[in-house]
């Protein structure tokens, strides 16, 4: 599990911006995990708490929004959902595709006042 | 009732990490320290090349290891027969190593008066290409065992390496491991990306991936 590590790197920028824009309370943090990312959002929300513990963002809720797998294919250029399509492309079963999307891991916003 | 408001960070976790990894790296080329990242699964062949490494190099470059392991010292006692400069990182219980731990690997080992460090670090295709470590080169070792279909599977490890050996060749008649399949696939995720065939036991390709490192590391000292 390598989740609660980068979590806690997370934490650390997100303080740092609440500190220079001004903001003194965090209700809810908001981040953006791609499908094809090594990070599973389950693992991130359980190490949480813990990466939380004792900053100013020990009461912010967590939101992950998760952002799609895609991929453009070799053989006949179309773009499509790798997870979905098991890895082949749908229109030509090719299975050497280009990763389009989806190893993202930001920090999308804050909601805070 | 407070208000809030959406303030947008638009930020990639990776940026901390990546920022530390380019310090570390320029720091590395100021001294003359060249590092290469060594990845592959668990049991490629990593430490044994390694080994086969210092042999190849040892009497023209002095060479320290890096080995990363969750946590024995196996490897580390294992490379240290060779006589040359080892530390044992334990990274506890992280599957990867970052620029930071990186750091401070080559800090325990100290790289006054070496010229070339190789990490190995820890068994795993999948995070550890997420994590700069802020080496010169990267190396991956692909092992005949483990299927040609690997870089469909980790597209984003085959994808970021300068250099892919194919080990334990010596062992293919057992598997069905079409060489020309890989060579293929991964030439379709990483086209600059060379593939030396070898097996760290019998020696064979060695030399030219002893060729090679001595070739990257003229171009990295005069870039
Ligand atoms: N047949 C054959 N066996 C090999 C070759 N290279 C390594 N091995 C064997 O494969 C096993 C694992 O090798 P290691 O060098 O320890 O692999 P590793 O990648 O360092 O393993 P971890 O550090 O545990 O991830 C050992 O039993 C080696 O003797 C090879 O080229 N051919
Ligand atoms: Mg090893
Ligand atoms: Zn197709």
């Avoid at chain 2, 490379?79 to 044992?88: L, M």
């Avoid at chain 2, 469909?152 to 060489?179: E, T």
């Amino acid at each position: 599990m390598h989740e609660l590590g980068v979590v806690i790197d997370v934490v650390h920028t997100v303080e740092e911006f609440a500190r220079k824009n001004g903001v003194t309370r965090i209700d809810t943090l908001v981040l953006q995990i791609g499908e094809l990312s090594s990070m599973i959002p389950k693992y991130i929300e359980d190490c949480f708490p813990a990466a939380v513990d004792g900053t100013v963002m020990a009461d912010t809720k967590l939101r992950i929004e998760v952002l799609p797998g895609n991929g453009l294919c070799g053989k006949c250029a179309k773009a499509f959902n790798i997870l979905a399509n098991e890895g082949a492309c749908p229109a030509c079963g090719g299975r050497d595709w280009e990763i389009l999307s989806g190893k993202e891991f930001m920090i999308k916003e804050i909601l805070a006042c | 009732m407070d208000a809030f408001k959406v303030l947008e960070i638009k930020k990639s976790v990776y940026e901390g990490n990546d920022g530390r990894a380019r310090e570390l790296r320029s720091e590395l080329k100021r001294d003359g320290v060249f590092l290469l990242n060594l990845m592959s699964s668990p049991g490629s062949g990593k430490t044994t090349t390694v080994v086969r490494t210092i042999e190849a190099l040892g009497a023209e470059m002095r060479i320290g290891i890096l080995e990363a392991d969750l946590d024995s010292d196996v490897d580390a006692r294992t490379v240290s027969r060779t006589g040359a400069r080892v530390i044992q990182l334990h990274s506890g219980g992280m599957c990867h190593l970052d620029a930071e731990m990186t750091r401070q690997g080559l800090s325990g080992l100290g790289t006054e008066g070496l010229d070339f460090v190789i990490l190995e670090n820890i068994g795993n295709l999948i995070c550890t290409a997420e994590f700069d470590t802020g080496a010169s080169r990267n190396a991956m070792i692909l092992s005949v065992p483990e299927g040609d279909d690997k870089p469909l599977k980790y597209p984003a490890m085959f994808a970021m390496v300068d250099v892919l050996l194919v080990n334990k060749i010596d062992a293919m008649g057992f598997f069905d491991f079409d060489m020309e399949a890989l060579r293929e696939r991964v030439a379709r995720l990483n086209p600059d990306a060379r593939v030396i065939p070898v097996s760290a036991k019998t020696g064979e390709g060695m030399a030219e991936w002893a060729d090679w490192i001595r070739t990257e590391v003229k171009e990295w000292r005069a870039s």
